[in-house]
């Protein structure tokens, strides 16, 4: 070891350049995680939470069941799965367009700036976004009173506060009649049942149950998941700002190579008179592979301590880069591997190369 830390204090010029090289690798990287983790992260707060599975239940000739009963018999068929409406747009002449989201059962609250959530479904609580109402408290809605017990939202760049703006998330049985009418006129409801575990026995057994409630009842289901990942997956303005870390990143990629190059390059006739002396190809391998190791980590460190110390700025870096910066765990793992991948890569073919070299001619040389 102190042989080796001593041949890269030798070449510490070259190694200077190759630890800033290896610092612009991967810190676009680790941006460009966090980045879309945060995107996705806004995204499922679009569609109202986060799950492995998403389905649709469609129910059609609903006119004889009131909303209490289905929320009941949700209650009592999900112990599982989240059931909520789809959002359902209506105009509020004082506050503009407001989503309403009606609720079937307790599994899932959106996330808070302030207050709590809807402890009653019999009690016209809401949870509503900001721009509906910034307070706790008393207001009226399209008519009709109800009690804010929370705002929606959370405090991590304006996009994440944004999605829950004009939210309004109230139990079936609760919401205002302008809603029940667009059922009324549709003469159906469209639910959606999130779950991390397959949520179809428990959807068989609420439709089951709300035909034995009402005959009449016709349900159809779909599979949500594939749309949800496909609208996921086509978010152009996200591809476009993940676009320029990937390109510093291969940038920053070439000139790993072309400096790892150059420091192999330098120390030929100490690899040939090593071969010479009888070190086989492994032992070389390993000699030129730990001090790359040695550099690589040293930057991955000193990255991650760049990336903790742009955490405390995150909020005004998002808020004016669209870019977010985070550090967890995962992204320290990762950002080792990547490490020494680009390690090893950077020194695959300059290596491969002068291991090709006959030692008697790089020694002439």
């Keep these: 070891m102190r042989r080796i830390l001593n041949d890269i204090w030798i070449s510490k010029k070259i190694f200077t350049m190759l630890f800033i090289g290896f610092l612009l690798t991967l810190l676009p990287i680790l941006i460009a995680l966090s980045t879309r983790n945060y995107y996705d992260e806004h995204f499922y707060y679009s569609i109202n939470g986060h799950y492995k599975y998403y389905y649709s239940i ?19 068929s999900f112990s599982s799965s989240s059931v909520i409406t789809k959002d359902i747009t209506i105009m509020e002449p004082e506050i503009g367009p407001i989503q309403v989201v009606g609720l079937l059962n307790n599994l899932w609250k959106p996330p808070l700036l302030q207050g709590t959530g809807i402890e009653s479904d019999e009690a016209n609580e809401i949870i509503a976004g900001k721009l509906i109402s910034d307070h706790v408290g008393t207001m009226k809605i399209m008519g009709k009173e109800y009690h804010v017990k929370g705002i929606a939202g959370k405090d991590a760049g304006r996009d994440l506060i944004n999605v829950f703006n004009f939210k309004m998330y109230v139990y079936l049985n609760e919401i205002p009649a302008s809603v029940k009418r667009i059922f009324d006129k549709q003469d159906a409801l469209e639910l959606l049942v999130r779950s991390n575990q397959n949520p179809k026995n428990e959807m068989n057994r609420f439709i089951s149950e709300v035909k034995q409630h009402d005959p009449e009842v016709n349900a159809s ?17 996200v591809k476009e ?8 990143f291969l940038m920053a990629l070439i000139n790993c190579v072309n400096v790892s190059y150059l420091w192999i390059y330098v ?3 100490e690899i040939s008179l090593r071969k010479a002396l009888g070190a086989s ?15 690589a ?8 301590f760049v990336q903790w110390l742009l955490t405390g700025l995150n909020l005004t870096i998002v808020n004016n880069t669209s870019y977010f910066v985070s550090l967890n765990l995962g992204h ?7 490490t020494l991948s680009i390690a090893f890569l950077t020194s695959l073919v300059p290596l491969l190369h002068i291991l090709k070299i006959e030692p008697a001619r790089a020694l002439k040389e």
Excluded at 283 to 295: D, E, G, K, P, T
Excluded at 297 to 304: E, N, R
Excluded at 332 to 338: D, M, S
């Design 297 to 304: 980590g040293l930057a991955a460190i000193f990255t991650f």
């Design 241 to 248: 700002v993940l676009s320029y870390p990937y390109k510093l």
């Design 281 to 295: 190809n492994l032992a070389l391998f390993v000699y030129i592979m730990s001090q790359l190791s040695i550099c």
């Design 221 to 237: 289901t779909d599979n949500e998941s594939p749309k949800y990942e496909a609208e996921k997956n086509s978010r152009q303005g």
């Design 58 to 76: 469609t129910l059609q000739n609903i006119k004889k069941t009131d909303f209490l009963t289905l929320q009941n018999i949700a209650d009592s």
């Design 332 to 338: 320290i793992i990762i950002g080792f591997l990547v």
């Design 267 to 269: 120390k030929r006739k």
